[in-house]
């Protein structure tokens, strides 16, 4: 029988972070799957809660929660409430609550392998924090980046940023237009070593798999290609035809899986079990 269990945690700055966690109960576990959510994501997004229940049906422990500054909060975790804090948010951010996240499940699960698993910017975090962090088993990034900084507005923008303080950026599903904070931009320039995935993937000494769709309008096919062509050890899968959501949408109420989403699934599932 399937268990779900929430949990909160201290955060990054003050914030705290919200977690849940999906396992069959009185089952001996010895792995634990973090997943990691997305820029505008959440971590009961689409599918992300039937993806939970999949792998736990296959013996893991599955956790994921809520970035800190991800915009939503305890009382409203699937709804951006807090824009303020969406727009005080940051990749260091992401990266200090992935890591407190990583140290809560070395005290709950201390026997347990921690795989990192991640969806487009969540991906990213996660291949970053992979480096970082020599107590991960494997990483998994699912259509994520690989450069984030080349992401960051021209010159002439950037200083139109820093005068107003704000550049929005549009949500499409909520019709929300989302701050981001000039100290975004600050923290992406203070701290460019440490967000790069190249140098990252190049290090990396773990199994990693990357999936991607080819034809995600999102993050292009090239990011993919790039990450093998840095680092030939990557377990790199295109799903032709696939999109950035691999056929998902939020909400989700479909009663099997997609059939780009099943085959990344099971390509991750075959990974793990590797």
Same mark, same amino acid.
């Given at each position: 029988m399937l268990s779900k269990f929430n949990f909160k945690i201290n955060g990054s700055r003050e914030r705290r972070i919200i977690i849940d966690s999906t396992l069959i109960e009185n089952n001996h576990i010895n792995e634990v799957i973090l997943f990691s959510h997305g820029f505008k994501g959440f971590k009961d997004w689409g599918p992300f809660n039937e993806i939970a229940n999949f792998f736990a049906l296959n013996g893991y422990v599955f956790i994921k929660f809520n970035f800190s500054y991800n915009g939503t909060n305890f009382q409203n975790p699937n709804d951006f409430v807090d824009l303020n804090a969406f727009g005080n948010n940051n990749f260091c951010t992401e990266l200090d609550d992935l890591e407190l996240v990583i140290n809560w499940i070395n005290s709950k699960y201390p026997e347990c392998k921690v795989s990192l698993f991640g969806h487009s910017r969540g991906g990213a975090i996660s291949v970053l924090k992979s480096n970082e962090n020599n107590q991960i088993d494997k990483v998994i990034s699912w259509a994520s980046p690989s450069n984030l900084i080349s992401r960051l507005p021209d010159a002439d923008r950037a200083r139109k940023w820093k005068d107003t303080n704000v550049l929005y950026v549009y949500n499409g599903r909520t019709k929300q237009n989302m701050p981001m904070f000039y100290q975004f931009y600050q923290n992406c320039l203070e701290n460019i070593e440490r967000l790069n995935i190249k140098k990252?993937? !190049?290090?990396? #000494?773990?199994?990693?798999?990357?999936?991607?769709?080819?034809?995600?309008?999102?993050?292009?096919?090239?990011?993919?290609?790039?990450? !093998?062509?840095? #680092?030939?050890?990557?377990?790199?899968?295109i799903i032709n035809g696939a999109d950035h959501v691999f056929g998902s949408s939020h909400p989700y109420n479909k009663n099997k899986f997609p059939l780009h989403l099943n085959k990344a699934l099971l390509k991750t599932l075959e990974f793990l079990k590797s």
């Open positions: 990252a993937i !190049k290090e990396i #000494n773990i199994p990693h798999l990357h999936i991607h769709g080819s034809s995600d309008p999102t993050v292009l096919i090239e990011d993919a290609l790039e990450m !093998k062509r840095w #680092n030939d050890k990557i377990n790199l899968e």
